[in-house]
């Protein structure tokens, strides 16, 4: 799995042993920040399920001030310190190791634009849960983005609270689900 594109374009990044993750295609991943570029410089952006943190330490290669990185498998969080710290972005990375959807209502009351990446195991409901708890919080203040990356027929609901559905992409069996605060 590598970085494709911005200041760390090419960099190969080290992935949990053994499978256990489903990692974003490297087709999709290219998809969503194209779709995103405009809204990276000085964003703060939260991988949600982070997994090797692939889908934040994009974010940061393009742009993004700062990433948050929550996920729940211990080895999981290592592998994601070790490539923050390959990619020179520790400085920039903030780790947390938990379950999302008990972290989403203790995130501090941020006042900043952001853009949340929520990419749980597939049909596992976990991309709804944490939707209506997204909708629901007042956690993020400003201009919020949110993406779930989910399978093609998994349900998602057009309004999460405060969130609404602006689009959607897919890509084979992949769908990816757009929302706005």
Partial sequence: MRIVGGDKKGLTLSTKPGGGT?????????????????RLPGIYFCDFFAGNGAVGLEALSRGA??????????????????????CGFADRAEIVQ?????VIPTLARRD????????????????????????????????LLV????????????????????????YGDTRLVFYQK
Avoid: W
């Fill in 22 to 38: 489903r990692p974003l295609a490297a087709r999709v991943k290219a998809s969503l920040f194209e779709i995103i570029s405009g």
């Fill in 112 to 143: 900043v634009d952001a853009v949340i990446f929520l990419g749980p195991p597939y049909d596992t409901g976990l991309a709804h849960e944490s939707l209506i708890r997204l909708g629901q919080s007042e956690s993020f203040l400003a201009e």
């Fill in 147 to 170: 993406i779930a990356e989910v399978r093609k027929k998994e349900t998602l609901q057009p309004v999460y609270g405060a969130l609404r559905l602006m689009r959607e992409k897919l």
């Fill in 65 to 86: 001030e700062r990433a948050l990185f929550v996920e729940k498998n211990h080895a999981c969080i290592r592998i994601i310190r070790e490539n923050a710290r390959k």
């Fill in 98 to 102: 938990g379950d999302v959807l008990k």
